[in-house]
């Protein structure tokens, strides 16, 4: 499974349904290599219409091991979880810059352990088995 801009688009709009009910607005997911982050890898930007989630790196994103994919979505996800805290006005960071303690309830309570940053391993198994299915159907193309 190449892991670019439609695929992603895809895993926002499954962890849409099977994670938040549909409640989420649709987001556009960009990717892309714009030599501007540092450590972040990804943000949600909600000054826009629609909303945008930015993958910083884009070229080693589609190069990744399924290890690597896994990670990728796994961001894909706790940025998800910034929008839903901005939909339902939630405060996601606190007054030192770090992820609130609402925010990491809001992440445990939607699929998400480690405040937020590991995906549960009901939701790594489900990816890890739509991942191979979509190579099965790869090879037989």
């Known amino acids: 499974m190449k892991l670019d801009q439609a695929t992603l688009q895809y895993w926002f709009a499954e962890f849409n349904r099977l994670i938040f009910n549909n409640q989420l607005e649709n987001s556009v997911i960009l990717v892309k290599d714009y030599g501007d982050f540092?450590?972040?890898?990804?943000?949600?930007?909600?000054?826009?219409?629609?909303f945008v989630i930015k993958f910083h790196n884009g070229k080693s994103m589609i190069e990744e091991d399924e290890p690597g994919k896994v990670y990728y979505l796994s961001i894909l996800l706790h940025e998800m979880?910034?929008?839903?805290?901005?939909?339902?006005?939630?405060?996601?960071?606190?007054?030192?810059?770090?992820?609130?303690?609402?925010?990491?309830?809001?992440?445990?309570e939607h699929e998400m352990i480690q405040d937020g940053?590991?995906?549960?391993?009901?939701?790594?198994?489900?990816i890890k088995n739509r991942m191979k299915a979509f190579d099965a159907v790869a090879s037989i193309r």
């Open 117 to 126: 940053y590991k995906l549960s391993e009901k939701i790594e198994t489900t």
């Open 38 to 50: 540092d450590e972040t890898e990804a943000e949600f930007i909600q000054c826009t219409d629609p």
């Open 81 to 108: 979880i910034h929008q839903y805290c901005y939909e339902t006005g939630i405060v996601d960071i606190d007054e030192i810059g770090e992820h609130s303690e609402e925010f990491k309830n809001a992440a445990y």
